[in-house]
């Protein structure tokens, strides 16, 4: 079976700072996802991409800004911390096509001062 | 575009208590649908998908049923145990991305 790491496990930041989250995965998967988690909010997918050097915006993608590096690794930026802004940041890939399973990373916690 | 509409919020029941969460979807055509649980500290995790009209997935003791004519696929269960509690999100694929879109989530807590 395969594994994705998500790192930092927490992040605490300061208003006004750029923040990086980075996202492994081993299962050797086409497509890779960012989403945010709100309490009462659900998942909300903010970049994904479907193959290496693809990037497509989602539903949150403002604020955000994503690399997908190689096949294996997809970051995530936050370009300028918002105050009071704590949520967590879930990572996911999957096969490419209908019917895949997304397996998703234990998260990484963001708290901003 | 499509969505997802799940009961919101939160569930509370006793051990062996039925449990229904209900979902219904917008889309064309037959989208694949999903249920994803999620335990405190982890990322959700699929609980099973069903891709046909009246096609049943389960696992674990849930099950749902794939309904086009109503759009809906609600899970249920027949005897909750306290080691059900969790978030259950529905989700399903979006037939014009390579995306899925997530129901805002339901949190079942289980009393023993």
């Known amino acids: 079976g395969g594994i994705i790491t998500q790192t930092p496990k927490f992040l605490i930041g300061q208003e006004g700072q750029k923040l990086t989250l980075k996202c492994q995965q081993n299962f050797n998967h086409d497509t890779m996802y960012w989403y945010r988690q709100d309490s009462g909010k659900g998942l909300r997918l903010i970049y994904y991409?479907?193959?290496?050097?693809?990037?497509q915006k989602g539903d949150l993608s403002e604020g955000y800004d994503a690399s997908r590096e190689k096949k294996s690794s997809f970051s995530l930026t936050v370009t300028s911390a918002q105050k009071n802004e704590m949520a967590v940041f879930l990572c996911a890939s999957s096969m490419r096509g209908r019917f895949a399973e997304q397996f998703f990373g234990p998260g990484t916690r963001l708290t901003v001062l | 575009g499509d969505s997802v509409t799940q009961t919101e919020g939160q569930v509370a029941l006793s051990e062996e208590d039925f449990l229904t969460i209900h979902c219904n979807y917008s889309a064309s055509g037959y989208p694949t649908l999903f249920w994803y649980v999620q335990y405190p500290g982890e990322g959700p995790q699929l609980l099973f998908r069903a891709s046909r009209d009246k096609e049943k997935g389960s696992s674990r003791g849930f099950e749902a049923t794939y309904d086009k004519g109503t759009t809906s696929f609600h899970l249920r269960k027949a005897s909750v145990q306290e080691s059900d509690s969790a978030v259950y999100y529905c989700?399903?694929?979006?037939?014009?991305?390579?995306?899925?879109?997530f129901g805002k989530g339901t949190h079942l807590h289980v009393l023993p």
């Open positions: 991409s479907i193959t290496e050097n693809d990037l």
């Open positions: 989700a399903l694929d979006d037939t014009n991305a390579y995306k899925v879109i």
